[in-house]
C-alpha cells in the first residue's frame, strides 16, 4: 500500500517552465515518491481494461490507482497550482485518476488519438503525468494550433477552435501515427518534457498536449515494461476562505 507521495525533501525538485507564446506554466517534479518500485508491483496487480471501455480516447488500457496515491498527489499539486497558476486560492472539487499503459499501435490510432488534445476547457482543471517508467518511453508534447493561434482552449474558445479543426482533419488526415514534438501541417511544437522515472509534470488540462510515443513495445500492456504512468485530473473552484484550503489539502480527495 502506498501512504504518501511525499518523499524526503533533499530526493525532491521542481522547476517551472513556460511554454509558447501564451506562456502557461508546466511545472516539473523529480523524485516526487522515491516509490517507484513500489507503484510499478501495484500496477502489476491491477485488472487494466481497454479505455474505449471506460469512454476513454487514451490509446490503450487504464486500470484503478490506489486511492491513497491519488489523495496524497492532490495534496501534493494544490499549493503548486496556488503557486504557479495565476489562481488565487483553491480547493479541490473534484479529482479521478488512474494507470495508464499506452498499446495501440500506430495504424490502428483513430485521427483523434494521431493529434494533440485538451482534457477538458474548463480553466481551473489540471492534470498530472507521473512517469513510472523510464526515459526511452516517451515523454508529453505541447502544441500551438496552427490556424487559430490557441495553445489552451478554454469555453470562450472551443467553438471557433472546433470549427477550425474540423475541417481540417477531413481535408488533411494525419497520418498514423503518434503526434511528434515539432508538430505537423495542424500544429506546431512548443515545448516537450521528457519522460524520466518518478517525474510528475502539471499542467492546465485545457494545454493542447499528447504524449510523444512512437511505436508501443510488444511488452506494451506489462506493467513492468510498457509505458506506465500514474495520472491525475484535478477540477478546482477558487475560494476567499483560506480556512477552506487548508482544510481541503488535510482532507480526503472526492476520486472516481
Given at each position: 500500500m502506498i501512504d504518501t507521495v511525499l518523499p524526503p525533501a533533499d530526493h525532491t525538485t521542481v522547476q517551472v517552465i513556460h511554454v509558447g507564446t501564451e506562456r502557461q506554466p508546466v511545472v516539473i517534479v523529480d523524485g516526487v515518491t522515491g516509490a517507484v518500485a513500489s507503484l510499478i508491483e501495484q500496477?502489476?496487480?491491477?485488472?487494466?481494461?481497454?479505455?474505449?471501455?471506460?469512454?476513454?480516447?487514451?490509446?490503450?488500457?487504464?486500470?484503478?490507482?490506489?486511492?491513497?496515491?491519488l489523495d496524497a498527489m492532490v495534496r501534493l499539486v494544490l499549493p503548486l497550482i496556488e503557486a504557479h497558476f495565476d489562481t488565487g486560492p483553491v480547493a479541490p472539487m473534484?479529482?479521478?485518476?488512474?494507470?495508464?499503459?499506452?498499446?495501440?499501435?500506430?495504424?490502428?490510432?483513430?485521427?483523434?488519438?494521431?493529434?494533440?488534445?485538451?482534457?477538458?476547457?474548463?480553466?481551473?482543471?489540471?492534470?498530472?503525468?507521473h512517469?513510472?517508467?523510464d526515459g526511452g518511453s516517451g515523454g508529453?508534447?505541447?502544441?500551438?494550433?496552427?490556424?487559430?493561434?490557441?495553445?489552451?482552449i478554454d469555453a470562450s474558445r472551443l467553438a471557433a477552435y472546433r470549427a477550425?479543426?474540423?475541417?481540417?482533419?477531413?481535408r488533411t488526415p494525419p497520418e498514423a501515427?503518434?503526434?511528434?514534438?515539432?508538430?505537423?501541417?495542424?500544429?506546431?511544437?512548443?515545448?516537450?518534457?521528457?519522460?524520466?522515472?518518478?517525474?510528475?509534470?502539471?499542467?492546465?488540462?485545457?494545454?493542447?498536449h499528447s504524449g510523444l510515443i512512437g511505436t508501443p513495445p510488444v511488452a506494451a500492456a506489462d506493467p513492468r515494461r510498457g509505458r506506465l504512468?500514474?495520472?491525475?485530473?484535478?477540477?478546482?473552484?477558487?475560494?476567499?476562505?483560506?480556512?477552506?484550503?487548508?482544510?481541503?489539502?488535510?482532507?480526503?480527495?472526492?476520486?472516481?
Open positions: 500496477a502489476a496487480r491491477t485488472r487494466f481494461q481497454p479505455a474505449g471501455e471506460v469512454g476513454s480516447h487514451y490509446p490503450g488500457l487504464l486500470g484503478p490507482a490506489p486511492t491513497t496515491y473534484r479529482a479521478r485518476g488512474n494507470f495508464s499503459l499506452v498499446t495501440t499501435p500506430p495504424a490502428e490510432l483513430t485521427v483523434e488519438q494521431r493529434i494533440p488534445h485538451v482534457d477538458t476547457a474548463d480553466a481551473l482543471q489540471f492534470a498530472t503525468v512517469f513510472l517508467c508529453t508534447g505541447f502544441f500551438r494550433h496552427r490556424a487559430t493561434g490557441y495553445e489552451t477550425a479543426l474540423d475541417p481540417e482533419l477531413v501515427a503518434y503526434a511528434v514534438a515539432a508538430g505537423d501541417d495542424l500544429f506546431e511544437g512548443i515545448g516537450m518534457i521528457a519522460a524520466r522515472p518518478d517525474r510528475l509534470i502539471l499542467y492546465r488540462a485545457g494545454l493542447l504512468t500514474g495520472n491525475l485530473f484535478l477540477q478546482c473552484r477558487a475560494v476567499t476562505d483560506r480556512a477552506v484550503t487548508d482544510r481541503a489539502v488535510t482532507g480526503r480527495a472526492v476520486t472516481a
